[in-house]
């Protein structure tokens, strides 16, 4: 068997000083004489003791550990997101815990934990509901908001500009001849399928296009929804010459769906999608969209909440990124109508 690990006492023993005072050192405390404190690091390294992170953070009042909550740990946005931060938090010595919550209870359980539990010294919850989860954390515990509005201006937020992505994304197709674009949302219990919603409403209004609901259909983010998006349009008699998916699993399955259709993509349905997925570029055809930079989101939600922690002055307390059009061949010239 591996002999027993030492433990501060040994250190102690075999330096001829208390406890406590092997722990000031660790600690790195001035109140120890130099002579003292040599003798305790050279117990330290006979002994090739190893002091407990976590006790030591403890000891200092820091985990240097960061929380951050999301719906899921599989989105590819909020994969991305989190990537970014942890990335960046390293770079400030602190390391990362991910965990996910996908409604209010369990989300109300897990900040019990890490907050009430004094597990980390800060929060960045990725959130993209229109609810009131913020007010289930403590309001002097630091606290980033990212990809939605925290609806408290006093707490601060980093979002993708999602109403300016929309009205971008539409306006290319409008900019292409096509009047008759239909729209494909995310939830809309969601703040970002309400902006995207609003954006491309702007655009419309903008260039003198009425706006009609009844080519509006209400998805999940899933290709599936995308896809049922385009059949039940087709089967109400109201094709379209172009669709806005506000996100590129969607706009897939409204590719695919033109295909079990035979339309062709984009001499008579033009796509326009939201994210720039690694794959979006692999689609049939190429999936012109909107890029966001979800990493560089995560990374700029660490450095907020890290001038948070230590207590430097926030004045940014509503970041939104802009998303890059990217145009790619599911976009092309609007005819008027889905026949070319």
């Known amino acids: 068997m591996a002999p027993n690990r030492p433990t501060i006492r040994d250190v102690a ?3 001829g000083v208390s406890h406590q005072t092997v722990s000031r050192v660790i600690n790195g405390s001035e ?3 130099p002579e003292t404190r040599a003798m305790v690091e050279a117990a330290i390294e006979d002994l090739g003791y190893h002091p407990s992170a976590i006790a030591r953070s403890m000891a200092r009042g820091s985990t240097h550990t ?3 909550i999301s719906p899921n740990l599989t989105d590819y946005t909020f994969a991305s997101v989190i990537e970014g931060a942890e990335v960046e938090a390293r770079q400030h010595g602190y390391f990362v815990m ?3 919550a996908s409604d ?6 897990l900040v019990d934990e890490l907050v009430g539990h004094g597990r980390v010294d800060g929060l960045i919850v990725i959130n993209p ?3 009131e989860r913020y007010k289930l954390i403590p309001r002097d515990f630091p606290l980033v908001f990212v990809g939605a509005r925290s609806h408290d201006e006093k707490i601060c937020s980093i979002s993708l500009d999602d109403e300016r992505v929309a009205y971008e994304a539409t306006r290319h197709l409008i900019s292409l001849g096509h009047t008759q674009i239909a729209l494909v949302t995310g939830p809309m219990t969601e703040d970002c399928s309400q902006d995207r919603t609003g954006g491309y409403r702007r655009a419309l209004s903008e260039a003198g296009i009425p706006f009609n609901k009844s080519i509006v259909f209400e998805g999940d983010w899933s290709a599936s929804s995308g896809q049922a998006a385009l059949v039940a349009l087709l089967e109400h008699g109201l094709p379209p010459t172009a669709v806005f998916a506000q996100n590129d699993r ?5 590719l695919h769906a033109a295909r079990d259709a035979n339309l062709q993509v984009p001499q008579q349905l033009s796509v326009i999608g939201v994210d720039d997925m690694p794959l979006s570029s692999y689609f049939d055809p190429p999936l012109t969209t909107m890029r966001q930079d979800m990493p560089q989101i995560g990374q700029e939600a660490i450095r907020m909440l890290m001038s948070i922690i230590q207590k430097k002055n926030v004045d940014l307390q509503g970041i939104k990124f802009p998303a890059q059009l990217v145009i790619r061949q599911s976009t092309g010239k609007g005819g008027g109508s889905s026949s070319g």
């Open 13 to 15: 023993r075999q330096a």
């Open 31 to 33: 109140d120890v004489l």
């Open 66 to 68: 960061l929380a951050i």
């Open 98 to 100: 991910s965990s996910s």
């Open 104 to 109: 209010p209870q369990a989300f109300r359980e």
């Open 129 to 131: 509901y229109a609810d």
């Open 250 to 254: 969607m706009a897939m399955g409204v």
